[in-house]
């Protein structure tokens, strides 16, 4: 409690689409998330005023899962639709070096960790100001009668309407105390709203949320409490012995039978080793095997500068091929796709046609 992401033409490509669709849910029906920042943005519209299940600029997920796309939003901030997959490649190579450009300030044509981790708060700031931005809309949408205060019952009657139900025949039913006839799913979903909503609701809790309330509703990265249930949430679904703690195993530990061929055991075995990685290198702060919920909280609190130049150390490792402990223009494009996601080929006669 504190204030504190193509329609198809033709019978064939429709065919081909659905087959597609088929041999996808056979082969990576399993516990990671692998759909990327910009597909799930596209599903962000139709229940606007639910939290976002993907924060930009934090670590995790809020289900526990690694956030696949965090170095490119940190490296790329707003600029993140510049580097589509169907982006010209030249054009594409030309916008890197001017964010290396800007990314490096004392412009010796190479980064220090220092440099990328200033780098990584300007756009962590930025995805704040986002965030703000979208949830007072949001805030405006939900608050029909403009006294700055959202109601637990006003919330609930919009929430309802995004599930088909007529917003004014469940507005009587909550007016009235009457049944809501909703079904199970939909209560738990509710449930768990209302826990978020008390949570976000600063003390003396009333049930009426603020603008800046519900700002850490719908971004728990806003607020200290907030950040603290969030991460309550993950260590109890991911935590097996109930010590309230994580051990690498709890960590990486997969579901029984989500490994159906060998393709899912690929994805799978990638999936455990990038999870290992980040417990033993960054959440695990004093390696000794176990990480608290403090060190969850100062891995996922997206302003905290310390992390943020360990993020910057390990971003920079990734792609430091002369081991010199700095970023050079070849290596960015060299590894363009861990900080854009796309790969843009060519780089090294394309270093000298951007400098």
């Known amino acids: 409690m504190a204030s504190r992401h193509a329609p198809l033409c033709g019978l064939a490509p429709c065919c081909l689409w659905l087959l597609g669709i088929v041999l996808l849910m056979d082969a990576s029906a399993r516990p ?7 597909e799930r943005a596209g599903n962000r519209e139709e229940n606007e005023i639910l939290p976002p299940d993907h924060l930009n600029g934090v670590k995790l997920e809020m289900d526990g899962h690694l956030n696949k796309d965090f170095h490119q939003e940190v490296f790329l901030g707003k600029d993140m639709d510049d580097f589509e997959e169907d982006a010209e490649p030249r054009k594409s190579r030309r916008k890197l070096m001017v964010i290396f450009s800007k990314v490096d300030l004392n412009t010796d044509r190479r980064i220090s960790a220092k440099e990328m981790q200033n780098w990584i708060m300007q756009k962590t700031a930025e995805h704040f100001q986002e965030a703000v931005a979208e949830s007072r809309a949001h805030f405006r949408a939900v608050d029909p009668d403009g006294d700055g205060h959202v109601s637990w019952d006003e919330y609930k009657v919009k929430f309802l309407a995004t599930k088909g139900h007529n917003e004014r025949e469940v507005a009587e039913k909550i007016k009235n105390k009457w049944d809501l006839n909703i079904d199970e799913e939909t209560q738990e979903v509710l449930e768990n709203l209302k826990d978020r909503w008390y949570q976000a609701d600063n003390p003396p809790p009333d049930l009426l949320l603020t603008e800046s309330e519900f700002l850490s509703f719908l971004h728990p990265e806003h607020s200290r409490g907030m950040l603290q249930f969030m991460v309550k949430e993950i260590i109890r679904d991911l935590d097996q012995d109930g010590d309230k ?3 690498l195993s709890e960590f990486i530990s997969l579901p029984v039978g989500t490994v159906e061929n060998q393709q899912g055991q690929d994805v799978d075995d990638g999936w455990v080793r ?11 702060a004093n390696h000794d095997g176990i990480v608290t919920m403090a060190e969850l909280e100062d891995y996922m609190d997206p302003m905290n ?3 943020a130049l360990n993020e910057a150390k390990q971003m920079i490792a990734i792609a430091d091929e002369n ?6 223009p070849e290596e960015v494009l060299k590894y363009s796709e861990f900080f854009t996601g796309s790969k843009l080929v060519d780089y090294a006669r394309s270093v000298h046609e951007e400098f």
């Open 32 to 38: 990671a998330n692998h759909s990327s920042a910009r």
């Open 245 to 247: 703690k994580l051990s």
């Open 274 to 284: 990038d999870r290992k990685r980040e417990f033993e290198e960054l959440i695990d």
């Open 305 to 307: 500068e310390f992390s």
């Open 323 to 328: 081991q010199n402990h700095y970023l050079e």
